[in-house]
């Protein structure tokens, strides 16, 4: 049974930090691309992230500089580090596992940037 399940979500004032993580299980994580996507009300689904099996890593131009993905083959995690909040953050944020036509999803994490 495939498990992502995403953690470390919550509120934040503009500005501040937050980190992400997604514990995977039932997949062999190292072989598989993983992302984060978001999706705000209102709005459609949208990468944010995604780091491939072989590391490399690709950000929306929306957070570079901003967030930083990493990922621990050993722990099968991935984390997201958010930093310069901006409400326009504000989402909920899913970790995703992909392997050719083979994608899983996690439930997603509420991220909420308000003061």
């Known amino acids: 049974q495939v498990q992502l399940v995403e953690s470390g979500g919550g509120l934040v004032q503009p500005g501040g930090s937050l980190r992400l993580s997604c514990a995977a299980s039932g997949i062999i994580f190292s072989a598989y691309d993983m992302g984060w996507y978001r999706q705000a009300p209102g709005k459609q689904r949208e990468l944010v992230a995604v780091?491939?099996?072989?590391?490399?890593?690709n950000y929306a131009d929306s957070v570079k500089g901003r967030f930083t993905i990493s990922r621990d083959n050993v722990k099968n995690t991935m984390t997201l580090l958010m930093n310069a909040l901006k409400p326009e953050d504000t989402a909920v944020y899913s970790c995703?596992?992909?392997?050719?036509?083979?994608?899983?999803w996690g439930q997603g994490t509420q991220v909420t940037v308000s003061s």
């Open positions: 995703n596992a992909q392997l050719y036509s083979i994608t899983y």
């Open positions: 780091i491939t099996s072989g590391g490399g890593t």
